[in-house]
């Protein structure tokens, strides 16, 4: 499961591109992002769980009623939320796609992402589309990264390949993070692509089963955003036979996007607002699946233990409080607690006490820019894995003035 | 209802005292806090809802078991949690406590506060007792109060008089907070006196539901403490009758002791680890009281939101956000919201979607110590409030290296 260049443009059968239109005020930072399959794609989409829903995701959820799609457009630097003509809005970005593409306006996803409450403006929007679309190429994938970032540091975007009966199938990605995020069912904005071929049904089976274990196991900030959509769309430009059913096909198509999906997860983690390190939690010896990941969650999710990781401090009671306020049943008294790292592994607890360590080493464990707590419950065969950041002065400053 | 002076020591029948006895290393620190009844009280407890529970939590349980108690014991700068002699140790302290006030031991509310998971030191227990018992006075509250501060910048005593059956009834409280704080049925460390006289179940009674609607209301961090407690201890020596059922004396009592744990609440809120504002949220028009509930603590707990409250920044659509995803079910686009303070008032959201504001204004709004978001549902006749802080990088560097 080779990593390849390329992004979303990486799998056969896709262009995208992304300027700057004026939505922000930066110049030297692109806002708008278009992505175009040449022909109709299956294409399956997750989205947010909170009852205020961004315009976007109203109309999107409407367009790929039917499994289907070929043009996704995004916005950054303004959400288009809790406004009274967002949904106007969203479909005038939807029928400007369309028409600049070819396509047909129920067949874009529309995505915005930003501050809200702000009317969104259109006519930078429409004053882009025309450059937007003549700069559609297959080296246009970074440009499209970087038009759908907001605090994010770097863009985001990743693609694998592997072989899926006898050919080569790629799978590309892009996201944006980096605030704002504690998924739930859905999660921030993250657009896939692959020349897989899939079934529209079985595409949304392998995208919901690939974000359970991946970006609905990421935790910056504890807020879950009105406006996280993630969808795929499957050219099926590889030339592999269409999966339409479970099998050795599908569990390796499932494989490579889960893959890719947690490429972008610790990506995303990594690149949370102020961050300077990825927290990353894996617990092995769990009794079950939801209660390994209710206790990897309340790990990256602590903000007293993120404030003292960002200090590389092994401040490990931090978590065990975290550990003993997951909303499950376990046996608080076995659990074992190392704190690891490129840099080593330290040991901080056993049964659900202290053990003595070297303070020096631990804080030379703690200050790579990725880290990892390791929990094992010793009550059986269930592990999972979730990613956040330390908490820094940077995500107040960052957050203390966003609008301005 | 009036506010009086004296904190634990206000009701008739309690001495307190507190001392430094070396458990912290700044010498100019109280760190061990006695608080003592002339005679035996009735007395109830509510405690952390944390699977990780410190062992002066165990002990203390085991104590109150048949609702009675005498004596108060409490050290900070150690919270004698997650260490294998951690029931040996808070035992000792009950003993000591006991020996030099001629209580019997079992009759002793023990409690720690401070770092979790270094062994708590007993010598510097014992060699303070002798002072620590020999001031005990009614006017020991103050430093009773400052002994079990943490983190806290202010010591957090209170107390309120009312009438009830004809005589004056005190209730006294000291707390500490100030990080680590997202009680769910138990919360802190907070220490009531009352002179009422009532029966331990009604105590209990009272206790619960004065806690559902006050320190239950707070979150600093989303962090729920080991520690946790809260301990209430009636002498009776006001001279009313005891209250052994519902009724008139029982709610007057009640809604003594709501108020006075209600200045405990926002004076915790307001303390929180590095901040600079208290944040109430204040939620009306709910279909009904839970549904209040959890929207208003949604609200106070939004990282993002807590950081533009840094800035005064009326970033109102984070305050939209956090309703959005509260785990309750009413109607999004029904909800008015408006910014308020004894600065004035601004009104930025009406129906679910933003309503123009002038920006100036809105600072100025949200520029006092003390600032209220008020949420109107709309849907109903039921209410609640919560109270948090502001988000700054002093909460970020107090627990960035808490432990040295």
Known sequence: MKEIKGGVCAPLGFKANGVHCGIRKNKTKEDLALLTADDMCSAAAVYTTNKVKGAPITVTKANLQNGKARVLICNSGNANTCNADGVQKAERMCELAAQFTGADKSDVIVAST??????????????????????????????????????????????????????????????????????????LLCFVTTDAALSPAMLDKALHAAVADTLNMVSIDGDTSTNDMLTVMASGKSGIK???????????????????LTDVSRAIAKDGEGATRLLECKVSGAPDVPTAKKIAKSVVCSSLLKAAISAADANWGRVLCAIGYADAQFDIDKIDVDLCSAAGRVAVCRGGSGVPFDEEEATAVLSPDEVTVEVNCNSGPARATAWGCDLTCDYVKINADYRT
């Open 114 to 187: 930003g501050v809200i409450g702000q009317i969104l403006p259109i006519e930078p929007i429409e004053a882009g589309m025309p450059a937007l679309a003549a700069g559609l190429s297959r080296e246009g994938g970074a440009a499209a990264a970087r038009a759908i970032m907001t605090t994010d540091t770097v863009p985001k975007e990743f693609a694998r390949e592997a072989l899926i009966g006898g050919k080569s199938v790629r799978v590309g990605a892009m996201a944006k993070g980096s605030g704002m995020i504690h998924p739930n069912m859905a999660t």
């Open 242 to 260: 269409e999966i339409t059913e479970e099998g050795e096909e599908y569990a390796a198509f499932l494989a490579l996007l889960t893959a890719v």
